[in-house]
Nanobody
């Protein structure tokens, strides 16, 4: 059974940092691009960041504050979030897809995690 399991969410004050992790299991993910999305209350899910053999990608809203990385075995992807703002509050989802375009668009993504909640207080 393929699983993407997120961890590391929680409550943090504005200006603080959190690191999210996503552990992949159930198949070989070495060929997959992996990324993060988020969904704030009352809003649509949006792309945050992605990493794959083509490089790393970020949304404009997190560029310079967040950093995505992946371990050498390519089974865990991380999202280091710095200088957090209240508007970063959301459920953060891990995702994986063979096509980086699909992953960045969040359309037809092969695999999704169940999400981890990040709350940034002002």
């Amino acid at each position: 059974q393929v699983q993407l399991v997120e961890s590391g969410g929680g409550l943090v004050q504005a200006g603080g940092s959190l690191r999210l992790s996503c552990a992949a299991s159930g198949r070989t993910f070495t060929s997959y691009h992996m990324g993060w999305f988020r969904q704030a209350p009352g809003k649509e899910r949006e792309f945050v960041a992605a990493v794959g053999w083509t490089g790393t990608y970020y949304s404009d809203s997190v560029k310079g504050r967040f950093a995505i990385s992946r371990d050498s075995a390519k089974i865990t992807v991380y999202l280091q979030m710095n200088s957090l703002k209240p508007e970063d509050t959301a459920v953060y989802y891990c995702a994986a897809d063979l096509q980086i375009a699909a992953l960045r668009m969040g359309s037809g993504v092969d695999y999704w995690g169940k999400g981890t909640l990040v709350t940034v207080s002002s």
